[in-house]
């Protein structure tokens, strides 16, 4: 959660606003994004040894296919995806594969294997990766194959294999894709500085994705505090009536696929369902990115922006980094403090706290480092029954009675009162005036259900 007592706006079902919204979110006044909002990306120095984890995607972990001692070159797949709901790994340097060991994940902490890759002088693509390929005669299934060569997931933080989400059930119709650049995380700009840089590329991306789905329309949904973004993508698609952009309120969550999808389309859907039971797809807009570079120039996933901010770092910056680049060395590119308290992989709301920085990677889901010197600390205290969770979940749930549920370990009851329609977006805990560990509670009771399921 954000550090120190930053005043809160509650969104609830009696506000309005002009702005396409959802009901409930939170806003925190300080999102800190004006530490790396006006700085374009910087490309980060390239690693002298990558670690790429084999499983940096929802689905099954990629077989390995180096070992020690081999040569690989820049672009060329090291791992192979198992399974229909997996995705390709590919060299993010060129150099000499030094072992395959387990390699602690950033986000689980579980152990995967991982390629670790010692760079040499030489950068060169295994597959010529700079030279644009003829791509509009391509068919729908021709640009799924080239995003799943490419190992494209979705870069919001899913990490949900692309291709797999482009091939929806057959009794399933999609007639518009959504797409995300609100970044409602607090601190993160990585979105924003593609969308202000590269905005045709993200453009034209989108396009290969209808062509791939076979959809007629698309919606680009910009938070209000994104008006020079909206304004040139205005610009830009202002004869083009296929696509639409709208502004929508400076909320979070409101980039998560729900509230997106409520918030445009005026749909809904359960929290167990996909948004495909309403004819609708959400993308990133990082996502629709990769898929230009993927289709274009056959260039597969091997780097993104990462925003590394926070008062622990004396330059923080919008980087553009190698996948499995070492954390150290981002936090030394940006400066960072001698006391540092907290370090955590993606924002402040959904993010990860890292219990050790030597073995953290980057990986395709990192979008951002927050590097904390201050971090407050506090007491859990019971319920005061205040009813500021229930306001403020877009969901429609009852935190204060679920955590409370999950804390007595009662988890079929946990089950029944809708703990497995909680999305963990943290809205409930940032706001609990007792700062009880809701979110904690919930999950760690989700993940007992699925035990039992399991057996």
Known sequence: MLSGEAPIKIMTTHQTSRLKTFVGGIHPEDDGKHL???????????????????????????????????????????????????AHVHASISGKVMDVVPWPHPITGAKSPAVIIEKTEEDSWFDDGEQPVAFEALSSDDIRRRIQAAGIVGLGGATFPTHVKFTPPKDKTIDTVVVNGAECEPYLTCDYRLMMDKPHEIIQGLKLVLKCLGCKQAHIGIEANKEDVYNLFKDILLNDPQIKIDLVEVKYPQGAEHQLIKALLNREFKPTQLPLEVGAMVINVGTAFAIYEAVKFKRPLIQRIVTVTGDGVDNPRNFLVRLGTPIKQLLDEAKVSPNISKVIFGGPMMGIAQGKIDTAVTIKGTGGILVQKGAQQWESHACIRCGRCIDSCPYGLNPSELSIICEAKEFSLAKESGAMECKECGCCSYICPAKRPIVHLIKFAKGEIVKQKAK
């Open 36 to 86: 790396t909002r006006e700085k374009s990306e910087v490309t980060a120095v390239v690693p002298k040894t990558a670690y790429l984890l084999m499983g940096q995607h929802i689905g099954a972990p990629c077989k390995p296919l180096v070992k020690k001692g081999d040569i690989v070159k820049k672009g060329q797949m090291v791992g192979e995806s198992q399974g229909f709901v997996s």
